[in-house]
């Protein structure tokens, strides 16, 4: 009985694996359907965080009285949300200002995120556009600072991007120095980190050289930047050695996002 | 333990693990809230229902993320059966003993985990999975326990004493 349940389990995650099916019309109208109440968690994780600091705010004007600590209270949390708008207002305008400096290599769509893998091994993150904004799998999705991901499947109203610093993603890079190329693959979520495998042993780099991607058969177009070298270790063949890749983009964090569209050669 | 009151936390811990963890990450790690609740359970209960409610919290985090359905299933019913089999020989109030069966628990379900990842042909390093991954997300998983045991003992009695009367 337990050995065909495991074995019943174990086939159904190979069968619902994401790489080996597009998303079916169920899957798709399941996912728009929970779209929403994806955003409204999100909501709430946001509301919950603003209440754990407004509440932290409070202990540290104990020593005020009541009258006034409501006023500090008040105009902190004024402050509070204002620096929010502002901080996003910044994160908007950084954003608008990258398309319009990008606007001659790439189409670009502004897109928010919505959720995020809830779990350490996977890094996924699922955005506000979908195909009826225009995007289609395998677009690039970057920041101002640099790559993200890739775009893995799309339903009509949200799309979900697979971080670069997932163990199933490869981004054909160079190193911008030295022109020398490998793969940047993901190692875990939970790492923030990548590393470039298959560099011959001879190839010369360095700590805090730059990787940018090599667009040599890859669906990312070339020269995006990919992250920074952060050590490099020997690979266990002895043939090779890989390097320890730090994203420029702030993976853990990312609010809003750009997704290429289009690339004009 | 009725049901309900189980069903009641798993979709409560099920919302938290999608949205304020985020929040309370360290260095990138967050704890596993889900499979705490269901080592607690398979602690206080024994390795049956420590493994019946692994597979189905498990499955439902899975049919919630969409994709690979029976990863954490499993792994959650490794958990819960290993860390029942810990409840059958250790004494159950002392929170010190909990927290280092969940440290232990936790660290085979997530071993699970990575097997399952290989079973997948999902490649992680094995620096990374047990480093990165395994071992602080058990211990942070762990430190939880004096803060939250106490709480769930008291809220599965007091719904007990409630259907009793």
């Not at chain 2, 003993?97 to 992680?124: D, E, K, P, R």
């Not at chain 2, 326990?145 to 719904?159: C, Q």
Request: aromatic share 8%; glycine share 8%; charged share 15%.
């Amino acid at each position: 009985m337990l050995a065909a349940l495991v074995a019943a389990t174990l086939a159904a995650m190979r069968v619902t694996a994401p790489e080996l099916a597009r998303l079916t019309p169920l899957e798709s109208r399941f996912r728009d359907a929970l779209a929403p109440v994806r955003i409204s968690l999100t909501w709430l994780g946001s509301q919950a965080r603003y209440a754990m600091s407004f509440s932290v705010s409070m202990v540290r004007a104990g020593e005020r009285n009541l009258a006034l600590e409501q006023e500090v209270a008040r105009l902190e949390s004024q402050v509070t949300q204002l620096t929010e708008f502002k901080l996003e207002s910044e994160r908007l305008s950084n954003l608008l200002n990258y398309k319009q400096v990008m606007a001659k290599r790439y189409n670009l769509l502004t897109a928010s995120i919505v959720d995020r893998d809830p779990g350490n091994w996977f890094g996924t993150i699922t955005l506000n556009r979908g195909a009826g904004d225009g995007v289609k799998e395998n677009m690039t999705v970057l920041t101002p600072e640099g790559l993200v991901g890739r775009v893995v499947s799309v339903s009509a109203a949200t799309c979900e991007v697979l971080l670069i610093t997932d163990p199933r993603s490869g981004v054909g890079s160079l190193v911008q120095d030295t022109r020398t190329s490998g793969i940047v693959e993901g190692t875990t979520a939970s790492s923030r980190m990548a590393r470039m495998i298959h560099i011959p042993n001879n190839a010369p780099i360095e700590v805090g050289q730059a990787v940018v991607t090599s667009g040599l058969g890859s669906i990312f177009p070339k020269s995006i930047p990919v992250g920074v070298i952060a050590g490099i270790n020997s690979e266990s063949s002895g043939l090779f050695k890989s390097a320890d890749i730090l994203p420029y983009a702030n993976l853990n964090q990312l609010e809003e996002v750009l997704i290429v569209t289009e690339v004009y050669s | 333990m009725h049901f309900s009151a189980l069903l009641f936390l798993l979709g409560a811990v099920l919302i938290l693990q999608t949205t304020i963890l985020e929040y309370i990450a360290l260095y990138g790690v967050k704890p596993d809230l889900v499979m705490l609740l269901v080592i607690f359970n398979g602690f206080l209960l024994g390795p049956r229902e420590g493994a019946f409610l692994g597979f189905a919290g498990g499955m439902l985090e899975d049919l919630f993320s969409g994709s690979y359905i029976g990863l954490n299933a499993l792994s959650n019913m490794v958990a819960g059966y290993f860390a029942g089999a810990c409840g059958e020989r250790f004494y159950k109030e002392n929170t010190l003993v909990v927290s280092g069966v969940a440290f232990v628990s936790t660290a085979v379900g997530l071993s699970v985990n990575y097997l399952l990842l290989l079973y997948l042909n999902i490649h992680v390093p094995l620096f990374h999975a047990l480093l990165r991954v395994v071992v602080p997300t058990a211990l942070y998983t762990a430190l939880l326990v004096p803060f939250l045991f106490k709480r769930v003992i008291s809220f599965l009695k007091t719904r007990d004493r409630d259907q009793l009367n």
